[in-house]
């Protein structure tokens, strides 16, 4: 299907033919992610569009939206064609081979804050395992100002994406990125361990959508046969990796919450609580070490 035409053509006019293409290629919010293209494309603000919507689109910005519009329709998300995704209160870039962060991770980061919550000025020592594009570090270090974190990841690209979201965040200085696997090399003790492994069951992956199982990398997707190996990987350090006071907070795939929940008890950690998302799943497990 040829693009839409976008010559000669106002703000307001392009994305209703960027809107209109999109929905016939079978885009899912295909207004929302116009909206976004158009933006973007545009170097535009949200104002710029509602203010002044019969302005004309320069013909650079339309060429730049006619090759979005492409891409989207193609199933490339729009958080990597624009290069940048909305997380907690900051925008991150988003690289290539490194996940795209999502809204369900907020939820760590909300359960965090509440259980901490008398800590927030406190000098708190985090270590997040598999930090990817450096999301949690981001959002952690924001909310808490005197804290400190250490970001693991495997991936060369995940540690160099996190360490510029980290600049990007003005957080650099109280972060510091890791290559390696889980918390192997690791002999400190932290106040806090949050973690977004990978816990995709490997027969799933291929069920996933297009813009999932196209774009982010199967490293930060592929949790092993039931998805939970990962977890069990990391379970077995989380004793000796947390201060007596300190907490641990995991993502989980739907349905997970009561497995991880079981291989925390099974090393002697206590569930603090599971939490839901927006959409209701149980998205979060906190564990502490108990008295
Ligand atoms: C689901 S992503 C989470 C990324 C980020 N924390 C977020 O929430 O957006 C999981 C991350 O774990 C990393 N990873 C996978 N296996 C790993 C391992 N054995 N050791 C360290 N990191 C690993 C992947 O490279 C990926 O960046």
Redesign the pocket.
């Known amino acids: 299907m040829p693009s839409p035409t976008l010559e000669d053509v106002t703000r307001a006019e392009a994305l209703e033919r960027v809107a209109a293409f999109l929905e016939r290629r079978g885009v899912e919010d295909a207004r929302r992610d116009a909206k976004a293209l158009l933006l973007a494309a545009g170097e535009l603000r949200q104002a710029d569009l509602l203010l002044e919507p019969a302005t004309p689109l320069s013909p650079g910005a339309s060429r730049r939206l006619s090759a979005y519009a492409q891409r989207r329709a193609a199933r490339e998300p729009v958080s990597r064609i624009v290069g940048l995704r909305g997380f907690w209160t900051q925008d991150l870039v988003v690289a290539p081979d ?2 795209d ?2 809204p369900d ?1 907020e939820t760590l980061v909300e359960l965090t804050l509440e259980h901490l919550r008398d800590r927030r000025r406190d000098d708190l020592s985090i270590l ?6 450096g ?2 570090v981001c959002a952690l270090l924001s909310e808490f100002c005197n804290a400190r974190a250490v970001a ?4 060369a690209r ?1 540690c160099a994406a996190s360490a510029a979201n980290f600049a990007r965040c003005g957080v650099a200085e109280r972060a510091a990125v890791v290559q ?3 918390a192997r090399a690791i002999r400190a003790r932290f106040d806090l361990v949050v973690s ?3 816990y995709i069951a490997s027969g799933e992956i291929e069920t996933l959508a297009p813009e999932v199982r196209l774009h982010d ?1 199967p ?2 997707l592929d949790g092993g046969a039931d998805g939970l190996d ?1 977890y069990r990987e990391i379970v077995v350090d989380l004793p000796r990796l947390l201060a007596p006071q300190g907490l641990a907070v995991f ?1 989980v795939g739907a349905g997970q919450s009561r497995d991880v929940a079981a291989l925390l008890a099974a090393r002697g950690l206590e569930i603090a609580e599971i939490r839901r998302d927006v959409v209701g799943h149980e998205r979060a497990v906190a564990a502490s070490l108990g008295e």
């Open positions: 490194v996940l962060p999502r991770t997040d395992l598999g930090a990817g594009s999301a949690l693991i990841d495997l991936s995940a390696g696997r889980w977004n492994p990978p990398p490293l930060a990962c993502e």
